[in-house]
């Protein structure tokens, strides 16, 4: 976190905020031109927009031919520069506008970098497009990297190139770097030599005339440039005012960062229009550290760059959040891309099932069933995988295990749901066996105490665990794993001879939050997806839903209500966020914190998930946000690795990562949360212990 500004600035965040502008072109107008540019830098600048892009020649059109040779029309642009750099003196943004300049003997199609009154620099178009509609070379000449010539423009003065990097020393990460149109469509762009040097946010100024599928081609470019060097893309294009003689115009505007897209505006608009997101910094950077080879490559590039420093005063007070977050970050709000991420998750988990049961000789499938949504969703899998063997579903052993606290409801459902699959479904009371080992130890509840502490909870699901490793021994079997990735993250197993460990654990790469979605897709796709349940298993499948999770370990209050795991360890739509967000990114705990407080604290606000029902949503305010993210950062950080460190193997699911010490999450079973907790104080002192 900036420390310098409050905790409520997106800016103290690691966030920048970006417009690309598309505004009405006066053909040859460079006077008029400016105006409309700085009405909507004015607009900008009341946003709080760090950078705001304008499209290619906006200051005298694109389309003007030989109208570009003309001295009036050259000198009007100078005096048009000139204006807006005199009146940016006020403005927040740095301003990225496009003209036609002299510079020695040539004409360059230029990229003018504008700041609080200077200009910072010149980046001429490098590549320039001579076929089909396009004749630039019979006017401009292409840009070449700054070679120690300054270029001037009317009484100003400023550096010129291809090379140039634009550092804004007061926004840590926001670097700059401006390409002109074609430079995107060659197959090394020069942003991508930018990017290694540096640059964090890429911008191209387009003129772009309009065919069809050309706006399906930029957005592909865009995206595609943006994922391939780890940053923000902006992309500005000329629309109304432009000529028109033989083609036409659509003024597409888009902001992607690392693929996703932020934000675009309509195309072929009535008047300005401007994309506007607040674009992650801290991203960019975390997402280079990973990656390993992004900077290898840089080391065989020659690269060399000029950086132009400048300071933006961020503003320090609450601008709000101008990015779409998800409240569930491991679940899509799009029903498609839903709909897509279930379908490859469930077949991850098939397919790894299937080939470890190949692999080692064909085995029963040993699982243990509670009625709880992870046990469910694994006894699905373990189905399709049998399927996909032509092996009977009766060979899969599941086993009811009822202990001091489990209620007839999830017993019922657990045993409904394996005889509606077609398993062999036996019921193993633990009780016997708990009470022996209790006595053994000398635990005050096998003399009648009602004593339910941590070893009460051990012994039954040890117990369990033991049963099922005994069955697979005497019955040539494999015990399935059904903890999932979210219980892992805090801790929530019990080590060792416990639900902690199987011999394979399909659910280890699945978050808490996906898994009821993970089953209304099986039940949506029932037949699609080869599972063939039954309408008796889709009943108990539902009824599975809508059962509070539990461990069912200590037995029911005076008041009847049963244990309840979200009352104990905090809600997992709070803990997945914060599991994703340092699991992908390793964001602070400040600024998770503050991500978190833009996505729940209006219930309202926003998209869910499809099929999340409307009478369920809920919200969490900044108080109770602190509150659980200290839960988690304590038993993340410096409780639960050591379970970790000896997890059974599983398949990988989420893009963010597993915590397999043999895969993405590499950390020491003997770490501490101090650090981690320092942040979230700082920012947060009367909110955190």
Known sequence: MNTSLPFASAYAHGFARVAACTVPVAIADP????????????????????????????????????????????????????????????????????????????????????????????APKAHLPTYREFYERRWYAAGEEWDGESIRIGSLESVFGTNLLFDVRDVPGLVLHAEICEDMWVPVPPSSRAALAGATVLLNLSGSPITIGRADDRRALVQSQSLRCLAVYAYAAAGLGESTNDVSWDGQTMIYEGGSLLAETERFPDGPRRSVADVDLDR?????????????????????????????????????????????????????????????????????????????????PVIGVSGGLDSTHALLVVARAMDRMGRPRSDILAYTMPGFATSDHTKSNAVALAEAIGATIETIDIRPAANELLRGIGHPFASGEP??????????????????????????????????????????????????????????????????????????????????????????????????????????????????????????????????????????????????????????????????????????????????????????????????????????????GSLSPRGDWRAPSDGNAATWLADLRAALPDLVD
Not at 87 to 109: Q, T
Not at 288 to 302: K, L, P, S, V
Not at 318 to 333: S, T
């Open 31 to 122: 006077a008029t031109n400016a105006e409309a540019v700085l009405a909507e830098a004015r607009a900008c600048d009341a946003e709080s927009v760090a950078v705001a892009l304008f499209p290619e020649l906006c200051l005298t059109g694109y389309a003007i031919e030989d109208l570009v040779l003309q001295d009036s029309l050259l000198d009007a642009v100078e005096a048009a520069i000139e204006r807006i750099v005199a009146a940016s003196v006020d403005l927040m943004p740095v301003l990225v506008v496009g003209a036609p300049l002299r510079h020695r003997s040539r004409l360059y199609n230029c990229a003018v970098v504008i700041h609080r009154g200077e200009i910072l620099g010149v």
């Open 451 to 656: 004593v339910y502490d941590v070893t009460f909870e051990n012994v039954q699901a040890g117990v369990r665990t033991d049963f099922l490793f005994r069955l697979a021994n005497r019955l040539n079997g494999i015990v399935i794993g059904t903890s999932d990735l979210s219980e892992l993250a805090l801790g929530w197993a019990t080590y060792g001879v416990g639900d902690h460990m199987s011999h394979y654990a399909v659910n280890v790469g699945v978050p808490k939050t996906l898994m009821q979605h993970l089953i209304r897709w099986v039940i949506a796709h029932r037949e699609g997806t080869g599972t063939d349940l039954s309408d008796e298993a889709v009943a108990v499948l539902q009824s599975v839903l809508d059962t509070e999770i539990s461990p069912e370990l200590v037995p029911a209050g005076e008041d009847g209500k049963v244990q309840s795991t979200e009352s104990t360890i905090g809600p997992y739509a709070l803990h997945d966020f914060a599991l994703h967000h340092i699991l992908r990114y390793g964001f602070r705990p400040s600024k998770i914190a503050f991500l978190a407080q833009h996505a729940w604290s209006d219930a309202d606000a926003g998209d869910w998930p499809v099929g999340f029902p409307r009478d369920s949503r809920y919200a969490y305010d900044l108080p109770e946000i602190a509150h659980w993210l200290q839960v988690f950062l304590k038993r993340f950080f410096g409780f639960a690795q050591f379970k970790r460190s000896a997890l059974p193997n599983g398949p990988k699911v989420a893009a963010a």
């Open 284 to 364: 960019v950077r975390q997402d280079r550290y990973r990656q390993g080879t992004f900077d290898d490559n840089r080391r065989t590039t020659g690269i060399d760059f000029l950086t132009i420093e400048t300071f933006l005063n961020p503003p320090a007070e609450d601008i709000g959040l101008r990015r779409v977050l998800d409240r569930f970050p491991f679940v899509p709000d799009d029903a498609a891309r839903l709909d897509q991420d279930c379908y490859e998750a469930f077949n991850i988990q098939v397919s790894g099932l299937e080939q470890r049961m190949r692999a080692i000789g064909g085995p029963r």
